[in-house]
């Protein structure tokens, strides 16, 4: 049975599911053994105030667990972990703990044995990047797989962090990334575009219609940060015959009629307010490097329902399901929201829309 390591930040039992997780599951379908490795584990969160600090409560950590003959769990719990303190002199304070994460896997034989005896490695966007030397000392012939899932510069990782990242870049076999704009982030020849997977079953399985007032045009947003809640604001005042629906752990500020805050959800559940909405919103705020969410996994998730997507104009996508506004001018939402209502779905094509099974195919075999 062949076996394979995802080193990821994210937790396996998280309601957050992320693509490593997706990709987790396309491997045990396959007949991997995997060992689902989580880094970025600390008292961090806890100062934070992170989501993640009652994960960690609730886990064993630095241990081993085999949740069943294909899956297996470690959580890398450490007292910190390297984080952007966004300041030049607290980085530089903490710097020789940066460095010091790359460390932090020894010491665990079970951990050891289970990469020695793998084929497979598959790195995720984080400060586990600092691990590599620790798996290339152990097993130089596995494939080594760079999955890109964010930009490290629009996530502001510590300077150290995103360094490292270009450094390394030619020790791994295969870099996987989301989205045509890597390509310029990360300019190297084993780069190959592979964008976002969805389960398409469950869209496809998905029946019953979540929203109460079905003849009322229903607009969806899906995320967890960077909402636009200028754009939200004028467009439920310019529209108030339309719904919005905000699904994420965002605050209801607004405690209008027609906008409705369901707070975070399981992704079953998500699933039919996006395939049954009539729009999609990509509606973000502008951050260094958003050009970036051209193919988030939530744009993958919209176009494969068909829907239009508007989105603010620093966002350029190749999909001829894109609708673009001028963040903070109300005539160019207002437009926007319009060419929505009216856009021809037919049009929105679905083929090269990969399911998770198929990108998890190209990983390995590419």
Not at 16 to 36: C, D, T
Not at 197 to 225: C, Q, R, W
Not at 299 to 315: E, H, K, M
């Amino acid at each position: 049975m062949p076996k394979a390591v995802l080193i990821t930040s994210h937790f396996w039992d998280s309601k957050r599911k992320a693509g490593f997780h997706n990709i987790a599951v396309s491997l045990m379908k396959k007949n991997y053994e995997i060992l689902f490795l989580t880094g970025n584990a600390s008292y961090i969160h806890d100062l934070k105030g992170d989501y993640r600090a009652e994960l960690i409560k609730k886990s064993p950590l630095n241990k081993m667990l085999r949740d069943s003959e294909l899956l297996n769990r470690f959580i890398r719990f450490t007292f910190l972990h390297p984080v952007n303190y966004r300041s030049g002199i607290l980085n530089r304070i903490f710097f020789r703990s940066v460095k010091k994460y790359k460390n932090a896997l020894e010491g665990f034989p079970d951990l050891d044995e289970f990469i020695k005896n793998s084929e497979l490695f598959i790195f995720e966007s984080f400060p586990g990047l600092l691990w590599i030397d620790h798996f290339k000392k152990l097993n130089k012939n596995a494939k080594f797989v760079y999955r890109v899932s964010d930009d490290m510069r629009q996530l502001k990782k510590h300077p150290y962090i995103i360094a490292h990242e270009k450094k390394i870049i030619d020790m791994f076999d295969l870099v996987s990334v989301p989205s045509d704009y890597f390509t310029d982030v990360l300019p190297f020849e084993n780069v190959k575009v592979h964008n976002h997977g969805i389960d398409k079953m469950i869209f496809d399985n998905s029946a019953v219609n979540p929203y109460l007032h079905k003849e009322k045009f229903k607009f969806v947003f899906t995320g967890n940060a960077y909402l636009d809640l200028n754009f939200l604001d004028s467009a439920s005042q310019m529209f108030p015959e339309d719904e919005f629906f905000i699904l994420g752990p965002f605050r209801d500020n607004f405690k209008k009629q027609n906008v409705h805050f369901t707070g975070e959800l399981d992704f079953r559940d998500t699933v039919p307010y996006i395939k049954f909405a009539d729009a999609g919103l990509h509606t973000l705020e502008y951050t260094p490097g958003a050009e970036s969410f051209s193919d988030s996994l939530k744009v993958i998730q919209y176009s494969y329902c068909r829907l239009p997507v508007i989105a603010p104009d620093f966002i350029r996508s190749k999909r001829n399901n894109f609708i673009y506004y001028k963040p903070g001018n109300k005539d160019s939402i207002k437009q926007a929201v319009l060419s929505s209502k009216s856009f021809d779905k037919n049009i929105i094509s679905v083929d090269g829309i990969l399911s998770w099974d198929e990108l998890t195919g190209k990983i390995i075999c590419e």
